[in-house]
T-cell receptor, first 117, second 115 residues
Framework: EAGVAQSPRYKIIEKRQSVAFWCNPISGHATLYWYQQILGQGPKLLIQFQNNGVVDDSQLPKDRFSAERLKGVDSTLKIQPAKLEDSAVYLC???????????????FGPGTRLTVT | KNQVEQSPQSLIILEGKNCTLQCNYTVSPFSNLRWYKQDTGRGPVSLTIMTFSENTKSNGRYTATLDADTKQSSLHITASQLSDSASYICVVSAGYGGSQGNLIFGKGTKLSVKP
């Protein structure tokens, strides 16, 4: 089974530039997550999709971050304009839809390391 | 406030030795607790998931314990190998009925295994 794919793996941009990350979840996984992981910290959820609808985007800085999941499969996360504090690894994860009482496993991609200079 | 605290922050051990990583949490309502291994430059990979009724769960040389009364969990690694060098992240899910709920991540323990 292919895992979660992300691209690019690394990106270096200057502040105020824009950047986009792409994620392809595991086939059949209805739920997709974007996380931000700053060096030395655990991942922080930015946005959660279920199919092509947003379930939770409470921690997404909406003035500069946007995400979409057209057709309920691939997803893109965009930052415009980038700030120095956006330097982090952006992880994408996917999981199946869980039934009541079942614990759903999240499968993570390798991440995109963003450096904003 | 829901929080997950891990200790130690970092740990260096010799190959072949055992070690135990700690996780304390204040999360309500508690749904499940997960341990992830994150190699440098890779995404986290799940090691174990434990619900409220489970006290211990093993995955090869990894054994996780959960004390829901004291809200503590530990991850014990037996006969460490160089490939165990990674960050180990404790994650607690808040929610009802085993649903995904809100995942609260610890900052991780960085383990280095030396030859």
């Amino acid at each position: 089974e292919a895992g979660v794919a992300q691209s690019p793996r690394y990106k270096i941009i200057e502040k105020r530039q824009s950047v986009a990350f792409w994620c392809n979840p595991i086939s059949g996984h209805a739920t997709l997550y974007w996380y931000q992981q700053i060096l030395g910290q655990g991942p922080k959820l930015l946005i959660q999709f279920q199919n092509n609808g947003v379930v939770d985007d409470s921690q997404l800085p909406k003035d500069r971050f946007s995400a979409e999941r057209l057709k309920g499969v691939d997803s893109t996360l965009k930052i415009q304009p980038a700030k120095l504090e956006d330097s982090a690894v952006y992880l994408c994860a996917s999981s199946t839809l869980g039934f009541s009482g079942r614990t759903r496993e999240q499968y993570f991609g390798p991440g995109t390391r963003l450096t904003v200079t | 406030k829901n929080q997950v605290e891990q200790s130690p922050q970092s740990l260096i051990i010799l190959e072949g030795k055992n070690c135990t990583l700690q996780c304390n949490y204040t999360v309500s309502p508690f749904s499940n607790l997960r341990w992830y291994k994150q190699d440098t430059g890779r995404g986290p990979v799940s090691l174990t998931i434990m619900t409220f009724s489970e006290n211990t769960k093993s995955n090869g040389r990894y054994t996780a314990t959960l004390d829901a009364d004291t809200k503590q969990s530990s991850l014990h690694i037996t006969a460490s190998q160089l490939s165990d060098s990674a960050s180990y992240i404790c994650v607690v899910s808040a929610g009802y009925g085993g649903s995904q709920g809100n995942l609260i991540f610890g900052k991780g323990t960085k383990l280095s295994v030396k030859p």
